[in-house]
């Protein structure tokens, strides 16, 4: 799918893994890339451009990967790459205060009434892990309340029952996290506000926060019950507990202003990524004003960064978000795509009687190879993998690249078209028949 790109073929992906290997721990730098979950030998992209990605043999593939959800307005999108090539020219880091680092910071915060004031960051997982000890700061507590299958980075007390990769491969905690660490972190089931409310209330004098995905993405797309993250405000509210939202996935992907404003809950935290970036490495965690200013040099809880707010970085999410607010109908129109998307997929799958459903919001969907309804963790944990992996590679020989795991999410582009939607529904047809 897609017209090869004019490239060299000189080399193979599979050549490209095994001297990869030779030099990086399982070959990828990130583990979901080595396709462990799904076997098979990783794609080495050469190139991308608008909706599709091209390995180093030319090949073409509609990508539903996105960076996984990083890119929302497709790849190597000119205006973007317009600013980002302007900025650079004139240097890549200061370590020092630039005047676009406001600009960005004040339109996050117009964007999310909930954040007041920002600090700019490397990586979801810095924002997740600084906002955290901003809360056990603030509050003068140590423990945290997560949820079983939500990620929030490898931050060593997070690495509990988390979601993603660690999910992917089994692993409810990694080696390396010392237990003394890890006892402070509750795990309870997600969407399920009888046993927070259980747990709560038996030690709330000693938890600082609870972190949660509003919707989590990394045990596949799972959306919160009527009334679970108003339940979880309220809940917070009373026993004086923070309340800390990990947008990095859904921060500008759902919406200008992310779940808390589609569901209508404000939390006193929350950690961004990905999509703020444009494509380059960024995080950010923002809250009320009074607890931000905790943070080093107006308050005692230190974080710091070298290139945080690196020029490069805030061009290109500057401009990323200046195209979304924008144009008032992308989201509509994201979400209409999508939707045009999950009902084709929805209708080979009654056609050809396949035992899996489909979780979507706004641009973001998991195909999950099980009859169950996928609400938490455990249900999730009832999908098919090797069907999953079947489908995968059904869908990689059709020209159309799915996330290389069945606990992730798909994403869709601006960039993706209608052709893109309807080629892609043909293909999940004849993936679907041939792991029958």
Known sequence: MGRPLNLKRSTTNEELFRRAKRFIPGGVNSPVRAFKAVGGVPLFIKEGKGSKIYDVTGRGYTDYCMSWGAIILGHAQPEVIKE???VLEKGTSFGAPI???????EMICKAFPSIEMIRLVNSGTEACM???????????RKRIV?????????????????????????????????????RHTLVLPYNNLE??????????????????????????VVLPEPGFLGGLREMCDYYGVLLIFDEVITGFRVSYGGVQKLYGVQPDLTCLGKIIGGGLPMGAFGGKKKIMKF???????????TLSGNPVSVSAGLE????????????????????????????????LKVDALINQIGSMFTVFFTDRGVSDYLTALYSNRKRYAGFFHGMLKKGVYFPPSQFESCFVSSAHTVGDIKKTIEATYEAFRGIK
Not at 99 to 105: A, G, R, T, V
Not at 130 to 140: C, D, E, F, Y
Not at 154 to 181: C, Q, W
Request: aromatic fraction near 6%; charged fraction near 25%.
């Open 84 to 86: 980002v090539k302007k």
């Open 99 to 105: 005047e676009l680092e406001i600009k960005f910071s």
């Open 130 to 140: 600084s906002a955290i000890r901003l809360a056990r700061g603030w509050t003068g």
């Open 146 to 182: 997560k949820f079983a299958g939500c990620y929030h980075g490898h931050a060593d007390y997070l690495l509990v029952r988390a979601g993603s990769g660690g999910m992917t491969f089994g692993v409810s905690d990694s080696a390396g996290v010392i237990k003394d660490i890890a």
């Open 195 to 220: 046993a927070v409310e259980k747990t709560i209330k038996k030690v709330h004098k000693d938890i600082a926060c609870i972190i949660v995905e509003p919707v989590p993405a990394n045990m596949g």
């Open 295 to 305: 943070l080093a040099p107006s308050g005692p809880v230190y974080q710091a960064g």
């Open 320 to 351: 990323t978000l200046n195209i979304l607010r924008r144009n008032k109908n992308m989201y509509n129109s994201l979400e209409e795509n999508t939707g045009l998307l999950c009902e084709g997929i929805k209708d080979n799958i009654k056609r």
